[in-house]
């Protein structure tokens, strides 16, 4: 590359550019194409400003397996020439073949295709011969799909992966017996990517799901391939990364000290972002798994262009491997991927600037708006304002409800108005029914589930919430989680499982009981009295109106209390209802809202600094106690992310998609949704038994996140077609409809593929198909082998290959395994010519009944040797046949 060369122009309207290190621009038809000898330069640029993955750029340069140290070195220039041109609110990366971060796969859908080569010629010889070629592709991966060229034979199969037979005009994708229905889905649609971007939709495509059902398929790749042997390798090991292999996160601090450069550790996780000084630059290391660079914004420009190599020199010190991915990036411009190694983050360090944030609550909410916005309703976690109704269970359903279905009957339900309020307790290990009058009194040693239910754009929708007191037994847990699987039955699995923990329940969860949420210490004793028992209690009411609120019983000591709070104290004759100084207006007059609906005793307002003797008697005594102003709402910038769920020897896999959309959810899928105060597990409708594990993959998740997420951040269960706004809101676009026309993997392998007869004529027509590899037991020709050499060079001249056709085939399968028909010049021109198809000897492709006369009856017949009858266009041949009876 010449360091004085211009840098390429840059469209700030296209999403994506990508180069090679001569700074030549790819055509878009060849993006997610790259060869193994080659170095390449990739830029996005993003376009949404509604997109829900930031605002920055990526730069990245990409490094060949067989790539050179000098392409190496001249795209680690290229990169920075750019990131100087392109500002400091560019991601830089260093991606290494076969080991590439989620963000650059996310750039190619439906996947990466590795190519051998890399010089000018290959180049050329790739653009000029999308019809006269020949190769084999092994397809690997789940979300992020890549299909590496391999040398053409048997010996490169394996049983747990896909493969891709890749003659031009047709493609055969050979499906390994241990490869899942998911994996041979999203293989297929790599295969019709390239039919359709490559070969402009005119090749034919063959699947090979069962060799002994598809042997007419099979017969070509033998042909091909050579004979197919009995046993192929065992499925590739897993090398994925687990998540508890992420857990592990480490600062260090880099700075030069006279010649000498320091890397000197500062902190383990869970990481603060105050550990990060704008003068200085620092290293992350993420388990060896990934290392990062963070240029603060006055950090000098010498550190900056030392990122890379200092990463690369940090890599080697620990023995990680040199594929190991780095990513660089600068103040203000940090990636949510970085963003989330730490236990908080905000864009703007001093969160005094933020006041007055997070109080969007506080206004009236609009459910139609939330409704037909989807991604305010995500961003307020609010599916509706709580103005719904809790439905009851099967048991004491009226005779107006069916099982799995609300029906509205004309007397007893409007559209506008749900079914009767309804929670249940769980005691014995069984749901009770608690009295309406008690609804929102809830206990710390039990556990209830709430069934809310209410209308969005004409169809009754339904959450249930399972909450979990932080006193519950492992067997009432155990049973709260099979009395909501059962209901969920009932409701044919049309119900959205929310898991809350006491304290720490998402806004629509206390929208539903309008402020008067109180959760007391103990056990409730008797179903449904609702009231603790007599005794002197402190409860603190948190919160500023009837979608905020919630009241929680605390030790009634003094040093409970807390200047920036109210409080309700409650003996046995008298509630104080006492306000801390640095409380305000709002939370004042929702205590005296709450109280009302609490405590029937004669109540007593007691302002800080001003309480009877009784108030201190009933507490105790005087005590210290935290008197503090309110403290700054946390501000979070943090992005939502996700991830494929997976299990690896009984540990979570987590594969995370990129520019997320709609179009990812795949039915055989579980997804993770992680919005950081709400986790949310997508469960497709063909996951299957993986179901089961999805609420443990969910705890683990937060259970092994680098920052230390509390294990009480609730976990929400969505079901396909019945995702509600909280969920949706968080997607770019939302198609209601889309999952009406949900096909099989079968419907997708027949909608793809063409007529069987239009494959049969294609593979007949493959003129132009180079064997590469023959073997002993290949039942071709030896005059046809003989006549191919003597034409190798010459693609016009190639002997077309019996490799298929219409009609009737007899397969028989020889002692070896191979597939295989009747061989070539084996039989006399009388049971051949003017014969119907019904009377041809078994095994004989009615449509090429002259490639079977031996090269002499061939030659007298036809006046032209076999090799000299190929040659003509196939117009001619047809006429040729016709006329001499073998058509």
């Known amino acids: 590359m010449n360091p004085n060369q211009d840098l390429p122009a840059i469209n700030q309207r296209r999403a994506l550019h990508i180069w090679t290190i001569e700074m030549l621009p790819l055509p878009e038809k060849a993006y997610g194409n790259f060869f193994e000898e080659h170095c390449y330069i990739i830029l996005h640029v993003p376009q949404s400003p509604k997109a829900t993955w930031g605002r920055s750029s990526h730069l990245h340069y990409w490094i060949g397996k067989e790539a050179s140290p000098e392409a190496q070195g001249a795209a680690v220039e290229l990169v920075q020439r750019l990131q100087e041109s392109l500002g400091d609110q560019t991601v830089q990366h260093r991606e290494v073949q076969g080991h590439e971060s989620d963000c650059f796969h996310g ?242 360090p001093d969160p005094r600037k ?37 439905e009851c269970s099967q048991r004491e359903l009226p005779d107006w409800v069916q099982v799995g279905r609300v029906v509205q009957a004309e007397n007893h339900l409007s559209p506008l108005e749900p079914p009767a309020p309804q929670v249940w307790c769980i005691q014995d290990l069984r749901r009770q029914p608690v009295d309406p009058k008690h609804h929102g009194h809830l206990y710390s040693a039990n556990g209830y589930l709430v069934l809310y239910t209410y209308h969005k754009l004409g169809r009754v929708q339904s959450i249930l919430y399972l909450w979990q007191g932080h006193q519950m037994t492992k067997d009432e847990t155990k049973a709260l989680n099979c009395n909501a699987e059962e209901l969920d039955v009932m409701y044919q699995g049309a119900l959205a499982l929310v898991h809350v923990t006491m304290g720490r329940e998402p806004p629509h969860f206390l929208a539903i009981f309008q402020g008067q949420l109180v959760v007391f210490q103990g056990n409730n004793g008797d179903r449904g009295t609702g009231q603790p028992a007599s005794g002197t209690r402190l409860l603190h009411v948190q919160g500023t109106d009837a979608h905020n609120t919630r009241t929680m019983e ?174 949706t809101g968080w997607f770019v676009t939302w198609d209601p409809y889309k999952w009406t026309n949900n096909q ?68 028989v399968t020889n002692d070896s395994g191979c597939i295989s028909s009747v061989a070539s010049g084996s039989l006399p021109r009388e049971q051949l010519m003017h014969q119907a198809v019904e009377d041809l000897p078994q095994g004989v492709d009615p449509t090429r009944k002259e490639f079977y006369l031996s090269d002499a009856d061939f030659q007298e017949i036809f006046g032209k040797s076999k090799e000299e009858f190929y040659s003509l266009a196939k117009w001619k041949q047809q006429q040729e046949k016709k006329k001499l009876g073998f058509f």
């Open 354 to 390: 933020h006041r007055g944030m997070g109080q969007s609550l506080q206004v009236k909410l609009d459910v139609g708006k939330l409704h037909s916005q989807p991604e305010l309703a995500a961003r307020l976690r609010m599916e509706d304002d709580g103005s719904g109704k809790v």
């Open 744 to 811: 099989s993997y079968k419907e997708v392998v027949e909608g793809s593929l063409g007529p069987r007869s239009a494959i049969s004529e294609m593979i007949v027509e493959v003129n132009n198909v180079k064997l590469s590899h023959w073997r002993r037991n290949s039942r071709v020709d030896p005059s046809a082998l003989t006549s191919r050499r003597g034409s190798q060079d010459s693609p016009e001249n190639e002997l077309e290959l019996g490799l298929g056709g219409g009609g009737r085939r007899d397969t």
């Open 554 to 727: 605390v030790p009634a000591r003094a040093s409970s209390l807390n200047s920036s709070g109210t409080f309700f104290l409650v003996t046995a004759d008298i509630c104080y209802v006492w306000f801390g100084k640095g409380c305000n207006g709002d939370q004042r007059e929702m205590a005296r809202k709450v109280v009302t609906a609490l405590s029937e005793n004669n109540k007593e307002t007691v302002l800080e600094g001003q309480e009877p003797p009784h108030f201190w008697e009933a507490l105790g005594g005087r005590a210290p106690y935290p008197s503090n102003n309110r403290l700054p709402e946390e501000v979070s910038s943090i992005q939502p992310r996700l991830f494929e769920c997976s299990s690896h020897k009984g540990c979570l896999v987590l594969t995370e998609v990129m520019f997320f959309g709609q179009e990812d959810l795949d039915k055989y899928d579980i997804m993770l949704l992680d919005t950081w105060k709400e986790i949310f597990l997508w469960l497709g409708e063909g996951a299957g038994e993986r179901k089961e594990e999805a609420l443990s993959w969910g705890c683990e998740y937060l259970k092994t996140h680098p920052a230390a997420r509390s294990p009480a951040t609730p976990i929400v269960l969505v079901k396909q077609s019945h995702e509600p706004a909280v969920f």
């Open 107 to 348: 750039y190619f859908r439906p996947g990466v295709i590795y190519r051998k080569g890399g010089r000018a010629s290959d180049l050329r010889r790739a653009e000029a011969s999308v019809y006269n070629l020949q190769r084999l592709l092994h397809i690997r991966g789940r979300k992020h799909v890549t299909a590496t060229e391999v040398a053409l034979s048997w010996t490169s199969f394996n049983k747990g992966d896909i493969f891709l037979l890749d003659l031009g005009k047709v493609l055969i994708q050979w499906n390994g017996s241990k490869t899942s229905i998911s994996e041979k889905s999203r293989g297929l649609t790599l295969t019709c990517r390239i039919r359709d971007r490559e070969r402009g939709g005119r090749a034919q495509i063959g699947v090979v799901d069962d060799e002994r059902e598809d042997a007419e398929l099979m017969h070509t790749m033998e042909a091909v391939l050579g004979c197919r042997g009995r046993n192929l390798h065992a499925p590739l090991p897993d090398n994925r990364v687990s998540q508890r292999q992420k857990t592990n996160v480490r600062l260090y601090r880099v700075y030069e000290k006279g010649k000498d450069l320091v890397i000197q550790e500062l902190a383990t996780g869970p990481l603060t972002q105050d550990l990060l000084e704008e003068e200085d630059c620092y290293l992350l290391d993420q388990g060896g798994f990934k290392v990062y660079i963070w240029q603060g914004r006055k950090s000098c420009s010498q550190d900056r262009k030392a990122a890379f190599s200092r990463a690369m020199g940090f890599i080697q010190a620990k023995g990680y491997p040199n594929y190991t991915n780095v990513e660089v990036v600068n103040e203000g411009a940090e990636s949510a991927v970085f963003q989330q190694l730490f236990r908080t983050w905000s864009r703007e």
